[in-house]
């Protein structure tokens, strides 16, 4: 039976970190349950961390085209919180209310259109009367454009014709009072506008300031 020492002895003597194979490949194996290393590099370590990249290179620049986006805030944000969040964006879209429930045909899509002394847009309110007391458009003259309406689709009980239907399915927009709100791409002159609602699409037209 060899003793401990002559164990040692012979371990210490076959190992040498300066000898290294070259025909075996070295592997680059990260640990698990670590955090990387982020103190100065040793340059005699041949595994140390490499160079932190620069933040300036993977930053998003600014002015970054990054795609459709979304925002969500909380159940109960303040008209303020809102107009504060749209105030920084130029062609944003807000929704609340039965609008931003994301059943039945979307509400509140917009298109906007230019020419050379006037601005057009067409917003999709489905499930909304065309009379004008079931819905509002106001047009500020920085261009903010602010829709709100009640929403009449989506009802558990329907009256037609002195009938009365108790409905099976509810894919529409919920019945209820929502807002649209968006930036037109400059001012404009809020007192010559016209408007007109059908089809479920609103449309109109405002002459640029």
């Known amino acids: 039976m060899a003793s401990p020492m002559r164990s040692q002895k012979v371990k210490s003597e076959n190992y040498d970190p300066t000898r290294m ?9 990260a640990p698990l349950n670590c955090v990387p290393y982020i103190g100065p590099n040793n ?4 595994f140390s961390s490499p160079p932190k990249v620069k933040t300036e290179a993977v930053r998003t620049e600014a002015g970054q085209n990054i795609g459709p986006a979304m925002i969500f805030l909380p159940s109960h944000s303040t ?17 609340t209310g039965a609008a ?44 903010k454009v602010l829709i ?3 929403s009449t689709t989506g009802e558990k009980i329907v009256c037609r014709n002195f009938q009365i ?26 007192l010559d506008v016209t408007s007109h609602l059908a089809d479920g699409i609103l449309e109109a037209v405002v002459k640029k300031r």
């Open 21 to 29: 194979n070259s025909q075996q490949p070295v592997l680059d194996v």
């Open 43 to 46: 340059p005699d370590d041949m």
């Open 79 to 95: 008209r303020e919180e809102l107009d504060n969040i749209m105030a920084g964006s130029k062609t944003g879209v807000a929704l």
């Open 100 to 143: 931003a429930t994301g059943k039945g045909p979307a509400v509140g899509a917009v298109d906007i259109g230019e020419l050379e002394d006037s601005y057009y847009f067409r917003v999709t309110l489905p499930g909304v009367s065309s009379d004008k007391r079931h819905y509002s458009c106001d047009i500020e003259p920085d261009g």
């Open 148 to 150: 709100k309406g009640i």
């Open 165 to 190: 239907f108790h409905m099976l399915t509810q894919n529409l927009c919920p019945p209820g009072e929502f807002t649209v709100s968006f930036n037109l791409p400059g001012p404009v002159n809020h």
